[in-house]
């Protein structure tokens, strides 16, 4: 989720990109850098931090080239460093690039480059888009920036300029954002609206795979095959505010539409071409794998119930005993683990005061530590034997969407690992449940894209002068529940509980009256029968039922007074979609009753208290 800017003109252009980049400040980033053409050379720096500290260097060069690109990264691929950061160049130094995302298949790329002789001086995977360029340039830089794109997988934006062709920047995009600004003899490319917005509001957006060459007269668009290309201008009306919230109201309607893009991310590079999951940095060889007897998940709030679905997975599929603990309880306790116990610490922000000393109990117990995080560089990835980054992009709404999902894909592609690495699924098995994997982004997209918040909002706004809701789950389903019961709390204020749907009759059930409205999460499952028959006990003491079902589940209709369908998956991989409707829920609910969502009262972000 880095960002990025490029300008081309005639004003000289430092001073223009650094302010591109203080606008794109809100998404989050380590480091950060510039490139400017300037008299037959690229002007480059590069900083580690925050923008303040690239601003201080910033009279390194001169303010007098008119083409230039920067960068602010947000690390996936090698750790913040200086010469992690973008700006990239190849090794003539004529081609420098900024890129957005992730191309899934650097490894064999870079091996091929260097095998040919060019060299890296970094550990990211952009680096490799420099020397692709490098090798494929025969005098147009079009050609070359089609030449690289046709070589890389995976999701990605990049920008390159050419010291042999000054006044030009080339923009590709696939599966993630670029836009255009149109200005007055100076245009813009960038990764997002609010890089430009000071200086113009007319806009193209490119689609995939479509080349956009600019330079100070204009903006062109290309195929892959060089045919012209027409896109509309458009005119944005927004604000500043609006604009870093992409035009959604909020940053967690913002955020809860970005999960397709945080989950295809997730998943990036990590499943391989046969099937089996990839995973670097775990800090597990395969005899500590095997010797591992115990698992114990330890987290707070959002991030343990990420850790109650890694227990389904890993209990299922890895057949490990997992307990999964509060942090703050766990942190107090006596408990019997040693050095055959893996402590999996889950946490997004990697800083939360509890989690961290439950990291240090296990660890002084003799557990090996692996922590499972959002954010490179955090205290936990500090104090981890292992870690496993959910790479979501920085969240900035309090109530935690995007996180929990790449969390709880984090967890299911630790679980097949282990599952096949201790000989618990074949490579066949695993491979059944990656194929299904990866078409979650693209099924998460389909169904936002066809108007999942306005169809949820409409249900929300009957329910939202409701003084009470109770959440119900079965199995998978009962991790969702609690989390779909956080939400309302956290957003809406409303009093909310989540229960094991079959433990209703020992004592919750009390609570119902006529029209007391109950959540329930019934995704197909084997067990959908029986928490059915649960259902229809609540049903009975008059409550109104609002389910979230899997499309094509008709016969629901019968008992909900609301249904909420998601897409259908294999039950292990429904929680990724399932409680999708359940923020929305909690979000409209909020909504209706005027509360601001991004900040709710009494909540911080990162809890680095006790
Ligand atoms: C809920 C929420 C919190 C966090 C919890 C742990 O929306 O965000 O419950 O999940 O404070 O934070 P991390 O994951 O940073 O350890």
């Given at each position: 989720?880095?960002?990025?800017v490029?300008?081309?003109?005639?004003?000289?252009?430092?001073?223009?990109?650094?302010?591109?980049?203080?606008?794109?400040?809100?998404?989050?980033?380590?480091?950060?850098?510039?490139?400017?053409?300037?008299?037959?050379?690229?002007?480059?720096?590069?900083?580690?931090?925050?923008?303040?500290?690239?601003?201080?260097i910033?009279d390194?060069?001169?303010n007098?080239?008119?083409?230039?690109?920067?960068?602010?990264?947000?690390?996936?691929?090698?750790?913040?460093?200086?010469?992690?950061?973008?700006?990239?160049t190849?090794?003539?130094?004529?081609?420098?690039?900024?890129?957005?995302?992730?191309?899934?298949?650097?490894?064999?790329?870079?091996?091929?480059?260097?095998?040919?002789?060019?060299?890296?001086?970094?550990?990211?995977d952009?680096?490799?888009?420099?020397?692709?360029?490098?090798?494929?340039?025969?005098?147009s830089?079009?050609?070359?920036?089609?030449?690289?794109?046709?070589?890389?997988?995976?999701?990605?934006?990049?920008?390159?300029?050419?010291?042999?062709?000054?006044?030009?920047?080339?923009?590709?995009?696939?599966?993630?954002?670029?836009?255009?600004?149109?200005g007055?003899?100076?245009?813009y490319?960038?990764s997002?609206?609010?890089?430009?917005?000071?200086?113009?509001?007319?806009?193209?957006?490119?689609?995939?795979?479509?080349?956009?060459?600019?330079?100070?007269?204009?903006?062109?668009?290309?195929?892959?095959?060089?045919?012209?290309?027409?896109?509309?201008?458009?005119?944005?009306?927004?604000?500043?505010?609006?604009?870093?919230?992409?035009?959604y109201?909020?940053?967690?309607?913002?955020?809860?539409?970005e999960?397709?893009?945080?989950?295809?991310?997730?998943?990036?590079?990590?499943?391989?071409?046969?099937?089996?999951?990839?995973?670097?940095?775990l800090?597990?060889t395969?005899?500590?794998?095997r010797?591992?007897?115990?698992?114990v998940?330890?987290?707070?709030?959002?991030?343990?119930h990420?850790?109650?679905?890694?227990?389904?997975?890993?209990?299922?599929?890895?057949?490990?005993?997992?307990?999964?603990?509060?942090?703050?309880?766990?942190?107090?306790?006596?408990?019997?683990?040693?050095?055959?116990?893996?402590?999996?610490a889950?946490?997004?922000?990697?800083?939360?005061?509890?989690?961290?000393?439950?990291?240090?109990?296990?660890?002084?117990?003799?557990?090996?530590?692996?922590?499972?995080?959002?954010?490179?560089?955090?205290?936990?990835?500090?104090?981890?034997?292992?870690?496993l980054?959910t790479?979501?992009?920085?969240?900035?709404?309090?109530?935690?969407?995007?996180?929990f999902?790449?969390?709880?894909?984090?967890?299911?592609l630790?679980?097949?690992?282990?599952?096949?690495?201790?000989?618990?699924?074949?490579?066949?098995?695993?491979?059944?449940?990656?194929?299904?994997?990866?078409?979650?982004?693209?099924l998460l997209?389909?169904?936002?894209?066809?108007?999942?918040?306005?169809?949820?909002?409409?249900?929300?706004s009957v329910?939202?002068?409701?003084?009470?809701?109770?959440?119900?789950g079965?199995?998978?389903?009962?991790?969702?529940?609690?989390?779909?019961?956080?939400?309302?709390?956290?957003?809406?204020?409303?009093?909310?509980?989540?229960?094991?749907?079959g433990?209703?009759?020992?004592?919750?059930?009390?609570?119902l009256?006529?029209?007391?409205?109950?959540?329930?999460?019934?995704?197909?499952?084997?067990?959908?029968?029986?928490?059915?028959?649960?259902?229809?006990?609540?049903?009975?003491?008059?409550?109104?039922?609002?389910?979230?079902?899997?499309?094509?589940?008709?016969?629901?209709?019968?008992?909900a007074?609301?249904?909420?369908?998601?897409?259908?998956?294999?039950?292990?991989?429904?929680?990724?979609l399932?409680?999708?409707?359940?923020?929305?829920?909690?979000?409209?609910?909020?909504?209706?009753?005027?509360?601001k969502?991004?900040?709710p009262?009494?909540?911080?972000?990162?809890?680095?208290?006790?």
């Amino acid at each position: 989720m880095c960002g990025i800017v490029g300008y081309v003109g005639r004003r000289p252009c430092r001073d223009i990109l650094f302010d591109g980049l203080r606008k794109l400040e809100y998404r989050g980033y380590d480091s950060a850098g510039i490139s400017v053409v300037q008299d037959g050379r690229f002007s480059l720096l590069h900083s580690v931090g925050n923008l303040d500290n690239l601003e201080g260097i910033l009279d390194q060069i001169e303010n007098g080239g008119t083409t230039g690109i920067a960068h602010t990264r947000w690390a996936t691929h090698g750790r913040p460093s200086s010469e992690n950061a973008h700006p990239h160049t190849d090794c003539s130094g004529r081609f420098a690039i900024v890129l957005n995302g992730i191309v899934e298949n650097y490894v064999p790329l870079r091996a091929e480059l260097q095998a040919e002789g060019h060299e890296f001086t970094s550990q990211t995977d952009a680096e490799v888009v420099a020397h692709l360029i490098e090798r494929a340039y025969q005098g147009s830089l079009h050609e070359a920036v089609v030449e690289a794109y046709r070589q890389m997988e995976g999701h990605f934006t990049y920008c390159v300029i050419a010291v042999d062709e000054p006044d030009v920047i080339v923009g590709i995009r696939k599966e993630t954002p670029l836009v255009v600004g149109l200005g007055d003899g100076e245009n813009y490319l960038a990764s997002a609206i609010p890089a430009f917005l000071s200086q113009t509001r007319s806009v193209i957006f490119p689609e995939d795979a479509e080349v956009v060459v600019i330079t100070s007269e204009g903006a062109e668009l290309f195929d892959l095959d060089g045919l012209p290309v027409r896109r509309d201008t458009q005119t944005v009306d927004w604000d500043d505010e609006a604009a870093e919230k992409a035009g959604y109201e909020t940053f967690m309607l913002k955020e809860i539409h970005e999960q397709p893009t945080s989950l295809a991310e997730t998943l990036a590079g990590r499943i391989a071409h046969d099937g089996s999951v990839v995973l670097e940095d775990l800090g597990l060889t395969p005899e500590l794998i095997r010797e591992i007897e115990q698992v114990v998940i330890v987290a707070c709030g959002t991030s343990y119930h990420a850790g109650l679905l890694g227990k389904y997975a890993l209990e299922r599929w890895a057949r490990l005993p997992v307990e999964v603990e509060v942090a703050s309880e766990f942190r107090y306790r006596e408990p019997v683990i040693g050095d055959d116990c893996l402590c999996i610490a889950i946490s997004q922000s990697g800083e939360t005061a509890d989690t961290l000393a439950a990291m240090r109990l296990a660890r002084q117990a003799g557990a090996g530590v692996l922590a499972v995080t959002n954010i490179v560089g955090s205290q936990a990835t500090r104090e981890a034997d292992g870690v496993l980054f959910t790479r979501a992009g920085l969240e900035i709404g309090v109530a935690a969407t995007k996180t929990f999902l790449t969390q709880e894909l984090a967890m299911l592609l630790l679980a097949l690992y282990l599952a096949e690495a201790r000989g618990h699924l074949s490579p066949t098995e695993v491979r059944a449940f990656t194929d299904q994997l990866r078409t979650i982004p693209g099924l998460l997209r389909d169904y936002l894209e066809a108007g999942a918040a306005a169809t949820v909002n409409e249900v929300a706004s009957v329910y939202a002068p409701s003084r009470f809701f109770l959440c119900l789950g079965r199995n998978l389903g009962l991790p969702v529940a609690l989390e779909g019961a956080l939400k309302l709390k956290e957003i809406s204020y409303i009093p909310t509980d989540a229960y094991a749907a079959g433990e209703m009759k020992h004592g919750p059930i009390a609570l119902l009256e006529e029209g007391s409205p109950v959540l329930v999460v019934a995704t197909d499952s084997f067990i959908y029968d029986k928490l059915m028959s649960n259902v229809q006990e609540v049903k009975a003491r008059g409550a109104r039922v609002i389910a979230v079902a899997s499309q094509g589940n008709k016969g629901i209709e019968e008992i909900a007074d609301d249904v909420l369908y998601v897409p259908k998956v294999h039950e292990m991989l429904s929680p990724l979609l399932s409680v999708v409707p359940l923020q929305l829920f909690a979000y409209y609910v909020a909504k209706n009753r005027g509360e601001k969502v991004d900040q709710p009262r009494n909540l911080a972000k990162t809890v680095t208290v006790e």
